[in-house]
């Protein structure tokens, strides 16, 4: 069903953009390549080259951290400009098991401030940095935990040969009275009970917010279903992260008549604004 975006949600690296932010642009595309002969029958034909990706967001500047235990927003802005490498997590709603695409991307600009008597705004460009992938959200993060748990499984499906699964952790506040620790768990099974399920990646315990992007290279089958398990630990504990897996797109083989595509755009703005795909 087509939505009326209004409920998306944007993390990257250990921030939660959502709630100051009223878009979320993000353009993944590949190079165009001519590669017609004299055997192409008078029609161009094309090949993908080089993939790459490029977001942004935009919204409205603060200077306070967004929530107890987390990162102050503009300063962690500030200090990745340039930086290195973090996951990136877009997805058109928030709920659990919405589907989200997953990466990792370097800040490349940061703007902040703007006309007298208007909200002041904020807007930021990054650049994707190796793989994206097509995936879900197996952990929200518009809820708050204070006990250990397991998040609801989501079937992603298998990961073929030439694909690799990519996950994304986002620790976004970790607060307590006293001695806070969250250890997030990515597993993976091939049935919905988690009868048999095997360790896929650990983050070790955190007592601050942080992120993580992990890469596992296929095959990976028969196991098809993703969950986390989360546990924490401290006085009074409360802890606010996320989690989203995803599989690669296939490797792209020789180029054929018709196959002429080579880019896709996807647009996540929360004030609703919407473009199509455009080929």
Same mark, same amino acid.
Not at 161 to 172: F, K, T
Not at 178 to 201: H, I, K, M, Y
């Given at each position: 069903?087509?939505?009326?975006?209004?409920?998306?949600?944007?993390?990257?690296?250990?921030?939660?953009?959502?709630?100051?932010?009223?878009?979320?642009?993000?353009?993944?595309?590949?190079?165009?390549?001519?590669?017609?002969?004299?055997?192409?029958?008078?029609?161009?034909?094309?090949?993908?080259? #080089?993939?790459?990706?490029?977001?942004?967001?935009?919204?409205?500047?603060?200077?306070?951290?967004?929530?107890?235990?987390?990162?102050?927003?503009?300063?962690?802005?500030?200090?990745?400009?340039?930086?290195?490498?973090? /996951?990136?997590?877009?997805?058109?709603?928030?709920?659990?098991?919405?589907?989200?695409?997953?990466?990792?991307?370097?800040?490349?600009?940061?703007?902040?401030?703007?006309?007298?008597?208007?909200?002041?705004?904020?807007?930021?460009?990054?650049?994707?940095?190796?793989?994206?992938?097509?995936?879900?959200?197996?952990?929200?993060?518009?809820?708050?935990?204070?006990?250990?748990?397991?998040?609801?499984?989501?079937?992603?499906?298998?990961?073929?040969?030439?694909?690799?699964?990519?996950?994304?952790?986002?620790?976004?506040?970790?607060?307590?009275?006293?001695?806070?620790?969250?250890?997030?768990?990515?597993?993976?099974?091939?049935?919905?009970?988690?009868?048999?399920?095997?360790?896929?990646?650990?983050?070790?315990?955190?007592?601050?917010?942080?992120?993580?992007?992990?890469? #596992?290279?296929?095959?990976?089958?028969?196991?098809?279903?993703?969950?986390?398990?989360?546990?924490?630990?401290?006085?009074?504990?409360?802890?606010?992260?996320?989690?989203?897996?995803?599989?690669? /797109?296939?490797?792209?083989?020789?180029?054929?008549?018709?196959?002429?595509?080579?880019?896709?755009?996807?647009?996540?703005?929360?004030?609703?604004?919407?473009?199509?795909?455009?080929?």
């Amino acid at each position: 069903a087509v939505l009326s975006l209004s409920d998306a949600e944007g993390l990257a690296g250990p921030r939660r953009l959502t709630g100051r932010s009223n878009e979320v642009d993000l353009t993944l595309e590949a190079t165009e390549l001519d590669v017609t002969t004299f055997n192409s029958s008078g029609w161009t034909e094309l090949l993908g080259g #080089i993939r790459m990706a490029r977001a942004s967001a935009a919204g409205f500047y603060d200077a306070a951290a967004i929530a107890t235990g987390g990162h102050t927003f503009d300063s962690e802005l500030f200090s990745s400009i340039g930086g290195t490498q973090q /996951p990136l997590t877009v997805a058109a709603t928030k709920a659990d098991g919405s589907v989200a695409y997953i990466g990792g991307f370097k800040r490349g600009a940061l703007n902040v401030v703007g006309d007298v008597g208007e909200g002041a705004p904020y807007s930021t460009e990054m650049w994707g940095d190796g793989v994206f992938a097509r995936g879900a959200l197996i952990h929200p993060a518009n809820v708050l935990r204070t006990s250990s748990g397991t998040g609801t499984a989501v079937t992603l499906g298998t990961v073929a040969s030439g694909r690799s699964l990519v996950a994304a952790i986002h620790i976004l506040a970790v607060s307590a009275a006293a001695s806070p620790q969250l250890t997030v768990t990515l597993q993976r099974d091939d049935n919905g009970g988690f009868s048999s399920p095997t360790t896929v990646l650990r983050v070790r315990p955190e007592s601050a917010a942080t992120s993580s992007l992990s890469g #596992i290279a296929g095959p990976i089958t028969p196991d098809d279903r993703y969950r986390v398990s989360y546990t924490i630990s401290g006085t009074t504990p409360s802890m606010r992260f996320a989690a989203a897996v995803g599989i690669t /797109p296939a490797e792209e083989g020789a180029p054929n008549h018709g196959r002429v595509s080579a880019r896709q755009r996807c647009r996540v703005a929360q004030n609703g604004r919407h473009e199509p795909v455009r080929g």
